[in-house]
DNA sequence: TAATTTATGTCACTCGATGACAGATGACAA
DNA sequence: TTGTCATCTGTCATCGAGTGACATAAATTA
């Protein structure tokens, strides 16, 4: 790896530490991007260089997780029930979590937080769930042998993220607290869910084609 | 109802018709505020007198559905179950959506589809739904006689938000497509669901207490 | 060392949004 | 009708996010 290389690496990590350390103490609205790149002393127009929008930092935390998730869902069996497969995803990414040191998971949380507390940063990271629920679409309906546009298996991710939003949203002061909230989440949609609902039913017999 | 008054709401309409007109034969970026309120003949300035954002104006069409919707549901009969309810209040929604005329279902439809072909939109569209969730998490807690910070009606009311999204999202032509949508999703959830998952557990034998 | 990418800074600008102040306009009582 | 008062509106100034253009400085390669 080249100076150059290492140089736009340092400062990306160094506009990104300013930025998080400025959005906890003083709030990300009252935040400029001005003063992010003055702490890192590089112009303000660098900035837009590095990272599209200021909402982009905070987020990009955020948007890891699920690229995660999303891995972690292509690794799992193709035998596996297609929620069954999320779950485990989830779970997978969860281990992760709390395999995090003290410094990368406070980090984490205080991220959480801050954009659950800020409604600007609240939407964009709605926008970014929504995206990624056409990729964990598209990954069902493939293990599903359905099509992505289907209402199967968006049926079966919307209900998988909305378990998901309700993990992380509102304050979780702890990675046990949202493992733990996932259990129960888990617990209650097992129990609520017929068995095999997450597969789409088998042509019934009257219009069930022949083989041929 | 004074002169006063009505000059306001003359040049309320007066925004939101000359602000839909630009946003759907040019986009909704490429509208400046300047440019909606040079139509009406205002200042920039009173624009923002009217609506606190240039976001306002579309997502005020989809808020009207929404408050219709948490409407409904307050209306349903006590001691029908909770996700019935929600489904219940929603075909109302829908009804009434298909009894608006030609040029109200039109100017729906296309600010529908104004909002799902814009990022920035979407993002508000979507916090939009996420405020409105709580709403409809209190109302089924009181259904349920849970408290509203609970897992289950959140659950319930998540779930059932999933399929909203899922019938308004993506381009829907047509309010019969968002109906006939609609069905399919209830067929979907019906069948993939036990009955009874929509109240909380009773507590099992080993832990309830026992009437005093 | 010379030539060529490529990252950065500076400058100018657009657009959304807000605060402050003054003038216009409708509401209302004498 | 007139004068007072509340309120709506326009003007002006300003901030902050984000972008395009251009020149310069730095790293890469020959």
Known sequence: MGLRERKKERTRTALIDAALELFLSK?????????????????????FRYFASKEEIPLSLAAEQHEHLLAELR?????????????????????????LDDTEAA????????????????????????DNERM???EVARRQG????ELHPRFVVSLFTGLGL????RDPED??????????LRALAEGSLRPGWDMPARPSAEE?????
């Open 107 to 130: 980090r984490f949380l205080q991220t959480q937080e801050l954009i659950h507390g800020t409604p600007a940063l609240v939407s964009a990271y709605l926008r970014l769930i929504s």
């Open 175 to 184: 990675v046990a607290v949202i493992t733990q909230r996932f259990d129960q």
């Open 136 to 138: 964990l679409v598209a």
């Open 75 to 99: 690794g799992r069996p193709d035998g596996e029930p297609p929620f069954t497969a999320l779950l485990e995803a989830m779970e997978s990414m969860l281990g992760t979590l709390r395999g």
């Open 208 to 212: 069930a084609e022949p083989v041929r």
């Open 166 to 169: 309700m993990c992380f949203g």
């Open 146 to 149: 359905t099509e992505p546009g």
């Open 27 to 47: 709030g990300y609205e009252a935040t400029t991007v001005d003063q992010i790149a003055a702490r890192v002393d590089v112009s303000p127009r660098t900035f």
